[in-house]
């Protein structure tokens, strides 16, 4: 049987992030899931089964300590080598595959049986020492990078660097027909809509622009809100609706309602261009996709995607995706789509480990 010992960068969620969408969709395939360490972990040595074949551990909390205080430090590691350890016991795991989420891994590698190392790299770790990268990616038999630039980036470290970007639930943001959520009944005209946590350092001033300059279209927000600079000012515009995070089964209805799909930027945005989930998900509806990009960034999708660069340029291009016509683009925004689906993403790991002979075929 197919085995993976996952330690992820992130916990277990009801919005699930990158790991968890893979691990989830993993064919024949048993996995421990490690999760970082919380506030309530209170000893806490037995793990929950979220689904058949997958078991979710949280790792018990060790000393925050840097890495030059050598004894406390590995003390800490081998704490959790340990914990993940006695969990590989007691579901009979041997010779699993170790997958590494994040370059904290590194550390756990010389203390735990594998048959292999698989180093997932979907973001920047430029705020971890660059050791601990450096190492992971070169004791790895396998390194998945979400971004081309990301490929780059640990070029100098392995000579097997695969491709992976991100995905979407393909199935449930294509599917159409669904009723209008309530929050949206009430709303005449085209919506030009985004969904997504709005941080504080988003930059909001393209919807601003939007917002003011077309008054006949409506402008939807769908997410969890923190405190942004421009939030109160969007908020006060007559056609602005800011909507409550929706759980990921309910979403695909608000985005459906989308005329237009937009996606912001972040100040501190990843400087490897990681495209997040949500322009897949945009994909799979086939709707038009309008995205600001920072200066010199490399267009993603330009045959599918209007990218601007200026407020003012977002603006126009809102508009100029609104009289879009024609199935060409609708649908090849949906083939890029469903060849982006987590399912594909997770058949494409199989794929690439089966290869070099980490899982038998």
Known sequence: ?????????????????????????????????????????????????????????????????????????????????????????????????????????????????????????????????????????????????????????????TDNAALLPNGANYTLFSRTGRPAPPELRGISGPILGYEGTIWPDLDLSPLLDAAWELPQCAVVLVGRRERNPLLARLSRLSNVHLIDAKAPVDLPAYVERFDVCLNLLREENDPYDVLPPRIFEYFATGKPV?????????????????????????????????????????????????NSSWTERARQVSHILEAIGLFSS
């Open 1 to 157: 049987m197919r085995q993976i010992i996952c330690i992820s960068d992130a916990p277990w969620s009801t919005i699930p992030g990158r790991t968890q969408q893979l691990m989830s969709r993993l064919e024949n395939v048993q996995v421990l899931f490690f999760e970082p360490s919380g506030g309530s972990w209170l000893g806490k040595r037995t793990g929950r089964k979220v689904r058949p074949g997958l078991v979710v551990y949280t790792l018990p909390p060790v000393l925050e300590v840097e890495e030059r205080h050598t004894f406390l430090f590995r003390q800490g590691q081998r704490k959790l080598a340990r914990f993940i350890e006695e969990a590989m016991n007691r579901h009979r795991f041997r010779d699993p595959v170790l997958w590494c989420a994040t370059p904290r891994a590194v550390h756990l590698l010389d203390d735990l049986p594998c048959r292999g190392v698989v180093y997932d790299c979907a973001r920047d770790w430029s705020h971890l020492p660059i050791r601990w990268e450096s190492d992971m990616a070169l004791a790895a038999d396998v390194v998945f990078s979400a971004s081309q630039q990301l490929t780059y980036h640990l070029s100098p470290c």
């Open 290 to 338: 309008v995205s600001m990009l920072h200066p010199g960034q490399v267009e993603p999708y330009p045959d599918v995607i209007y990218t601007a660069h200026t407020p003012a340029e977002f603006t126009r291009l809102c508009a100029d995706a609104l009289n879009e016509t024609g199935p060409w683009a609708r649908e090849r925004r949906q083939a890029y789509g469903q």
